[in-house]
């Protein structure tokens, strides 16, 4: 049986990718912070491990014992929508827990490519494509990003990922999941995936249920023909037009 390391478990979407794993019988370690409220049913789940430390204050030899033995590591992790959530510390919470994972899953050399999932934004381009957009959508873009500091942590977080472990790397395979606006729905709906956003995120967005991305980050980690689609990849993710 494969065991899943969730980072993030504890938020809107992460609850979401946890319970779709849990749904396919699947091992899930959890780490969420300590003051963090999770779901009842995951105290008396027998497959589910949780971790109650804030990710920021991690050292390494910490990290390397959480994901030593899984096979996958998913970030759902973001910043509270809240005035210190979004202009307190960490400023760099996305892309330094990412740095940490990395760091850490190299420590242990694992003998199979751990799988590594980042739910990341339509916000923030992927710049091994050319992705297009229009001078408006660029300085409103930079705008949020000067002013707005999870935009930048996301930026960095999917750059490291791109830049930093790249395409051949002995341990590690990525993809990078990018919602558009999020909203929230009971139950999985259909949904379209794209290589690059097919609307603007400023002018006009799309829309992406949690449900939906927890089920398909939860997809890439147990599906090896969907994995191989699209590792090394920033997919886009839309809930499909009614």
Partial sequence: ????????????TGKRLVEQL???GQNVRVIVRPSSKIPDTWENNDKISIIKAGISEMGLEE???????????????????????VFGKPRRLV?????????????????????????????????????????????????????????????????FLRLKIGQKNAWIEWVAV??????????????????????SAIFNPGKTSRVNVGHFMARLLLENDLWAQWKGQMPVIYNKAD
């Fill in 1 to 12: 049986m494969m065991t899943t390391l969730v980072v993030g478990a504890s938020g809107a």
């Fill in 178 to 199: 990018r919602p558009d606006t999020l909203i929230d729905q009971d139950r999985v709906t259909e949904y379209e995936l794209y290589a690059s956003p097919t609307r």
């Fill in 63 to 85: 990290m390397v014992g959480y994901v030593k033995g899984c096979h996958g590591i998913a970030s759902c992790l973001g910043h509270n929508l809240t005035l210190k959530g």
């Fill in 95 to 159: 892309a330094g827990a990412v740095t940490l994972l990395c760091a850490a899953i190299k420590e242990c050399s694992p003998d199979e490519p751990v799988r590594f999932v980042l739910m990341n934004t339509v916000g923030n381009r992927n710049r091994d494509l050319n992705e297009p957009v229009s001078i408006g959508h660029r300085l409103i873009l930079a705008l949020i990003r000067l002013l707005v500091p999870p935009l930048p942590d996301n930026e960095k977080a999917a750059d």
């Fill in 22 to 24: 849990l749904n396919r």
